[in-house]
């Protein structure tokens, strides 16, 4: 029985896809796989074909080694002082851990999902632009029926935060500080994932690592051995938990993000996850939208596609009067990109931070109308405001329906009060 995520034929299309955006030269290769695929001789070229795929050259070198990721990285601050006593900093995790599933729950409706579709389904709705978890249109409109989830994650239905794999890894992270603690290896976030990831509740990199891993291959060689899905969203939606423990230290929660991405995924891939830790950890101690972003971007290369990414995304912000124009300029530019994919999701990620001026309704509202991972989106987003504002300040009508509980598929952390999971990430706090 194939995984979804790893059936030959569609793996060696998405490596064809993730090689082009690399700037490879792949000639001929695409015809022939395609060829290979349509006559039902793929069993006897796929060697050849992995082979030939990867031993193509990238355009630009983006680096997967910490120390090369460190050594492009912009000469600025990398840690701030945190001037909180420890009741407002728990406040500000247990706020970060709300907000994530707030913005989690809010998204997972319309995941995958084009922003078009999603601006349909709110005018049909009479509510757009969206400012609460989304309404159910009873019937649906032919082509826009919610996600089956949807009678648990849309609104006067929400009585928890139901399972996903976007909390899951945050909680994953936790175990993994509680049982091996700051120092904890890429070997042994593997070892953790063996024991406590079911293999079909996860997907897309991880689902190959997890393959790789069984198959005897060791970190970082399972993050790209016939991975086609290593720069797409999975190590940044892992990366939250890193930023919590590091309140004001960006640059220790993007290195713990790093040992944990490595083990799934390379290049733009990791360096969303460790833009994604930067930037909550630096929500401890400012709230400024613009500035917790370029606090993310300091703990990336600078000459990446992410980078690159960022700062087109923020100079369209800078001259567009709305979000909407904003994010067609964005999507011009970036939505050629698999909808799960790191670059054009934090681009989302980031307008949703401008444009919500730090409003953590406005700011989840705005990651989710943009389509694509919307989960994964409103997750980060909510994190990072959550983070930034605090449990304390948090609207009622995201929090509320919540009841501070959360499901999970980790073993032991099954069905959980949030508040719960705050206090054991507080006592894991990293403060020299």
Excluded at 100 to 105: L, P, Y
Excluded at 292 to 312: F, K, M, T, Y
Aim: proline share 5%.
């Amino acid at each position: 029985m194939h995984h979804q995520h790893l059936v030959p034929e569609g793996m060696l299309r998405s490596e064809i896809q993730q090689r082009r955006e690399e700037g490879c030269e792949l000639g001929d290769l695409p015809h022939q796989i395609e060829a290979a695929i349509q006559e039902g001789t793929l069993a006897v070229h796929g060697e050849r074909f992995w082979a030939e795929l990867e031993n193509l050259k990238a355009a630009r070198e983006e680096p997967s080694n910490l120390e090369d990721i460190l050594g492009r990285r912009p000469a600025t601050q990398h840690r701030y002082t945190l001037n909180l006593d420890e009741a407002a900093i728990y406040d500000r995790i247990y706020g970060a851990w709300l907000g994530r599933c707030a913005g989690c729950t809010l998204g997972k409706p319309v995941e995958g999902w084009s922003r078009a579709r999603i601006e349909t389904y709110l005018r049909l709705a009479s509510e757009y632009p969206l400012s609460d978890y989304f309404p159910v249109l009873s019937p649906f409109p032919e082509g826009l029926a919610l996600q089956p989830n949807y009678t648990q994650t849309s609104r006067g239905h929400i009585q928890r935060m139901v399972r996903d794999d976007d909390l899951d890894y945050t909680v994953m992270a936790l175990r993994i500080l509680e049982h091996f603690g700051p120092s904890f290896t890429s070997a042994e976030v593997a070892l953790a994932w063996l024991y406590g990831l079911p293999y079909f509740m996860i997907f897309t990199a991880e689902a190959v690592t997890y393959r790789n891993l069984i198959n005897g291959l060791e970190p970082p060689k399972t993050a790209w051995v016939r991975n086609p899905y290593r720069e797409w969203i999975g190590a940044q939606i892992r990366a939250d938990l890193w930023g919590y423990v590091n309140p004001g230290n960006p640059e220790g929660a993007a290195e713990m993000a790093f040992r944990d991405a490595s083990i799934s995924h390379t290049a733009n891939g990791i360096y969303g996850a460790m833009w994604a830790a930067g930037a909550i950890a630096t929500a401890f101690v400012m709230d400024d939208p613009r500035q917790i972003i370029l606090a993310g971007l300091a703990e990336i290369p600078q000459e990446s596609r992410l980078a690159d990414a960022i700062r087109n995304t923020m100079q369209w912000a800078e001259v567009c009067p709305t979000w909407e124009e904003a994010w067609e300029k964005v999507n011009a530019k970036y939505g050629t990109y698999h909808w799960v994919h790191v670059i054009n999701n934090t681009c989302a990620i980031v307008l949703a931070l401008l444009y919500g001026q730090g409003d953590l309704g406005k700011s989840i509202c705005l990651a989710v109308m943009g389509g694509w991972d919307t989960d994964c989106t409103g997750a980060t987003t909510g994190s990072i405001l959550g983070a930034a504002l605090g449990a304390k300040a948090l609207p009622e009508r995201w929090i509320t329906p919540l009841q501070d509980r959360l499901e999970t598929y980790i073993p032991g952390d099954g069905d959980v009060q949030i508040s719960n999971l705050a206090r054991r990430t507080f006592s894991k706090i990293q403060i020299a």
